[in-house]
């Protein structure tokens, strides 16, 4: 049981009265936040399932896909060639891999796009689809670790990069931020 | 011991809460401004309190209101948006002190200490100067200061400050009687 009449004495009295007085924002508070607001872009509907969805991937299974992809690549030429380009993991993996399912929910977004260091932050690496309206999405296969990441998203404002608010942020010597995501660890 | 009043806001001028959230969530995204200027200085004091520096709450505030806008659309009773984003202050706070090495660790240099300091104020007979408080407060482990600051700085309920926290009412009473128990020990030894 605490002893709570201790707590109301005189001297916390004092100690509290010393750190009431309230401090104020400078005239520039403001400016500094809606700056950095605005850099951010509209303040969006995100829910639980934006945060990148891990599936975990035997490594024959990896080499199942692996096959998938080679056969697109021999069937549709060169598009399917550049969609090997986007899933190197997939086909160069001899251990574990986990799916990543990526989503971002934008209904102003014209193209998507995630990068990260798993592509080596390339914008036309990694083009997100837009599965429903304003519901972008791509699933990648990621070596176990931690990975950054970000979205690139183009609208009628022009092209900006973003952090997933809903994931780990990590902000850079820049004050740049990105997101992280960490595949089979948990 | 004259205890200054705290600001009361007696009357909401301009959109409600609610009404600017939706504006902002159509899109209008200026009009967050009405939010960070309405609650800049709400959770000042106790960001200021827990971090010991005016410049890192500032920081820390600056961050949560970034963080309340990207997740805005999650704060489920905009009518409420005050206790939501106090909990993302308090939470922005713990990451920030955590953060941050003891070492790193300043000693307040807000407003009304270089205001002190420049005109030569002194505490009143009897009183603490704020100084030696928040230095005795920053030694305190990072549960404590912040249960102390709610609870005797900002005059929390248990109840609330558990809401605030996630913390049990009985954890919270057990850091609150230790922080009383630590500052009584750092601060009865300085020289009245």
Same mark, same amino acid.
């Given at each position: 049981m605490i002893e709570e009449n201790r707590e109301g004495d005189a001297f916390i009295g004092r100690v509290?009265?010393?750190?009431?007085?309230?401090p104020q924002a400078d005239e520039a508070f403001v400016e500094r936040v809606m700056a950095t607001v605005e850099a951010t872009g509209p303040s969006?509907?995100?829910?639980?399932?934006?945060?990148?969805?891990?599936?975990?991937?035997?490594?024959?299974?990896?080499?199942?896909?692996?096959?998938?992809?080679?056969?697109?690549?021999?069937?549709?030429?060169q598009l399917a060639t550049r969609s090997g380009d986007r899933v190197p993991a997939a086909t160069a993996a001899s251990d574990t891999v986990y799916l990543v399912r990526f989503v971002f929910n934008d209904s102003a977004a014209q193209t998507v796009a995630l990068v990260g260091t798993f592509n080596d932050w390339t914008?036309?690496?990694t083009p997100m689809t837009q599965s429903a309206p304003g519901l972008w999405t791509v699933t990648l296969p990621l070596h176990h670790g931690r990975h950054?990441?970000?979205?690139v998203v183009r609208d009628a404002r022009g092209e900006r990069w973003g952090a997933d608010p809903a994931a780990v942020l990590r902000r850079d010597e820049f004050g740049t931020e990105s997101s992280i995501v960490s595949v089979g660890t948990s | 011991v004259t205890r200054q009043a705290d600001p009361v806001v007696l009357q909401v001028m301009g959109p409600s809460d609610a009404e600017i959230i939706a504006a902002v969530l159509g899109g209008d995204t200026g009009m967050y401004r009405h939010l960070v200027l309405r609650y800049q200085n709400t959770y000042r004091r106790y960001a200021t309190r827990v971090l010991g520096?005016?410049? &890192?709450? &500032? &920081?820390?505030?600056?961050?949560?209101?970034?963080?309340?806008?990207r997740g805005l659309a999650s704060c489920r009773t905009p009518e409420r948006f005050a206790a939501w984003l106090y909990q993302i202050v308090v939470n922005e706070c713990r990451t920030f002190a955590s953060r941050r090495t003891r070492r790193e660790r300043r000693i307040v240099a807000d407003e009304e200490l270089l205001h002190q300091i420049a005109v030569g104020e002194q505490p009143e007979s009897g009183s603490l100067g704020i100084e030696d408080v928040q230095r005795a407060l920053d030694d305190l482990p990072l549960e404590q200061r912040e249960a102390f600051?709610?609870?005797?700085?900002?005059?929390?309920?248990? &109840?609330?400050?558990?809401?605030?926290?996630g913390a049990s009412v009985s954890a919270l009473k057990m850091r609150v009687k230790r922080a009383c128990d630590r500052l009584r020990e750092l601060l009865e030894e300085v020289p009245q």
């Open positions: 509290s009265s010393a750190l009431r007085p309230t969006q509907s995100r829910n639980w399932w934006l945060r990148p969805r891990t599936f975990r991937v035997s490594p024959l299974a990896t080499l199942a896909m692996a096959a998938g992809v080679a056969l697109a690549a021999v069937g549709v030429g914008k036309s690496a950054e990441y970000a979205f | 520096s005016g410049d &890192d709450a &500032d &920081d820390a505030l600056q961050l949560a209101f970034v963080r309340a806008f600051v709610l609870k005797h700085v900002e005059d929390l309920s248990y &109840d609330e400050m558990a809401d605030l926290t």
